[in-house]
């Protein structure tokens, strides 16, 4: 592999894969509207075998309603990308998924019936297959929820599988599915932008998909694409890749008999280390990864500290749209790393470089989060704290301050008339359906109130996951009591309390967080908080930037 010309801008590229993949992603997305990744074009690939799985679902959601908030007419969809504001990159998405859902193709042993052979060569292939693949087992399990830990075989079938689309791409009309033109649009892109294109590829290596695809990525792609350019323009070879090895952090219930027998084949969480074991020794041997990477990030997780999903199920869920998991800060640390590899100047190093970190823990051995836990130098772990912060803060000026999470309200309305009421009077124009759109995006990042009831967004629940650790922004940031939430102060969200806003001395008999609100409008009132041409142009974009540098200099940061 060339290295990056360091005086030229990287073009950027995500791909995400099984329900780990997908989580991890929801992270990064959930970085982009909080600012982390200015001026960049993003193209994002989700790929899976389960096109109906929940996790998968939920991000593809995320991003469009991200897209959403960033659009502002219907022929510029997704908006422009931006710099120091909130929801500043562009994002791109393509959805790939091999299909598995026709009795012709949900299982190996349908999958590999060839036409036109003699008896005895049916034969041959059949003892060829009991060999590698247990025959009443691996051969005959239902592949539309993923490999199920069987990584030999997972290899094997999404290599084939991006192969087969890529040939149903070039031949067109009826062969050419959706996915297929999605997967051969974002290759070309690649293929375009190869002298400077990065890719990072979200997965895990305790699973089946992640696990199975992540070492055979790149040369699926490189393949591929030979069939899509007919061998003619092939550039891969000079793209970087990156990638998480992202070993156990979950448990769940380990499956009944009945499941087993229905089932065929399906994993067993009690089996997650030993595969994360065995995953982290091939990568450490295999020519082809230690050849085709560039930097690979070990993220682990205690194994006092893992979640249990699935509790309340009377089954595990092998996938499908019930299989929606709560949010995990090892995710966040995924993100992080993709933001380490996409934001690192360039590579000169000839085979894969692994990193990890380590994270402090406090005086009682509980774990302690910084803006340093997760970034690299004080500049990147600086702009974490400020932006994943002021992104906070905003939710609870919407969600709490101006009921924007509670039902039949638009606490981004409402919060517009109390400017308004405060001599900050120029977001007028911005329309019901925007201002919706913001609240629906803060609900999924924070989170919302349902017939009375209190549902965790994703910082909630990446909160959660940590239990008794410390993570950023004060414990009290993250009452999940519906009846405390308007009394939640988003001037007092950080640990550190030299972050927090100034009180209006005026205001002596006012409560703390109504002093920091009224201080919080007079920065509003500043003109030097205004939106600069570069944070953008049209009424939602200032809207949110103006927010964006009062709640910055609020927080007593500097811009990043």
């Known amino acids: 592999m060339s290295s990056t010309n360091p005086t030229s801008k990287p073009k950027l590229y995500l791909i995400a894969i099984g329900g780990t993949g997908m989580r991890c992603l929801e992270s990064f997305v959930h970085l982009c509207a909080a600012g982390m990744l200015d001026n960049e074009t993003i193209e994002i690939l989700t790929l899976d075998t389960d096109q109906y799985n929940g996790n998968k679902e939920r991000v593809e959601a995320l991003i469009n309603l991200y897209n959403k908030v960033k659009t502002n007419d219907s022929a510029n969809e997704g908006g422009e990308a931006r710099a120091n504001s909130f929801f500043s990159a562009k994002l791109n998405l393509s959805k790939f998924f091999t299909d598995y859902s026709t009795t012709e193709r949900n299982n190996l042993k349908v999958l590999s019936d060839t036409h036109n052979l003699t008896k005895e060569q049916r034969s041959d292939n059949e003892d060829l297959s009991n060999l590698f693949f247990d025959r009443e087992t691996v051969q005959e399990f239902s592949l ?70 992540i070492p055979v990525i790149p040369i699926a792609l490189s393949d591929a694409l030979k069939i899509i350019t007919d061998k003619g323009k092939l550039n891969l070879d000079k793209v970087q890749f990156g990638s998480t090895l992202l070993t156990d952090y979950f448990s769940f219930p380990t499956p009944n008999n009945q499941q087993k027998e229905n089932a065929k084949v399906i994993a067993d969480s009690q089996n997650f280390a030993l595969n994360s074991q065995a995953a982290l020794q091939f990568y450490n041997q295999d020519t082809t990864v230690k050849n085709t990477y560039k930097r690979l990030y070990h993220i682990g997780w205690p194994g006092s500290l893992k979640a ?105 309305l ?98 703390d967080d109504v002093q920091r609100l009224d201080k919080f409008y007079d920065l509003m009132k500043d003109p030097k908080t205004e939106a600069s041409a570069e944070q953008g142009s049209t009424v939602k974009e200032k809207f949110l930037a103006h927010l964006y540098n009062a709640i910055t200099v609020a927080q007593h940061y500097q811009q990043a």
Request: glycine share 8%.
């Open 144 to 213: 539309d929820h993923g490999y199920r830990a069987q990584t030999h075989l997972g290899s094997m079938l999404m290599y084939h599988g991006i192969i087969e689309s890529a040939r149903n791409a070039q031949k067109g009309g009826k062969d050419a599915k959706e996915q297929d033109l999605a997967l051969k649009k974002f290759l070309l892109d690649i293929n375009n932008n190869a002298n400077n294109a990065k890719v990072f590829v979200f997965g895990s290596v305790f699973g089946g998909t992640g696990a199975s695809s």
């Open 308 to 412: 249990l999903y699935g509790e309340d199920s009377q089954e595990v869920m092998t996938g499908g749209t019930n299989q929606r998991n709560d949010c995990h800060i090892v995710e966040l640390m995924s993100a992080a790393a993709a933001y380490d590899f996409f934001t690192h100047d360039s590579f000169t190093n000839k085979q894969a470089e692994y990193f990890y970190r380590s994270v402090e823990t406090d005086d009682n051995g509980s774990l302690r989060l910084t803006g340093a836990s997760f970034m690299e130098g004080e500049d990147k772990a600086t702009k974490l704290e400020n932006r994943l912060g002021a992104l906070f803060s905003l939710a609870h000026i919407i969600l709490s301050k101006n009921n924007g999470a509670w039902e039949n309200t638009v606490g981004t």
């Open 414 to 511: 409402e919060f517009r008339d109390v400017l308004k009421a405060n001599n900050v009077e120029q977001y007028e124009s911005l329309t019901d359906e925007q201002a919706r759109q913001i609240d629906d995006y803060l609900k999924e990042f924070a989170y919302k109130v349902v017939r009375g009831r209190f549902i965790p967004g994703w910082i909630y629940q990446v909160r959660q996951s940590l239990r008794n650790g410390s993570f950023l922004f004060a414990d009290q940031a993250f009452t999940t009591n519906v009846a405390e939430l308007p009394k939640v102060d988003p001037g007092t969200i950080f640990l550190d309390k030299r972050h927090h806003w100034d009180r209006n001395k005026m205001l002596l008999f006012k409560d």
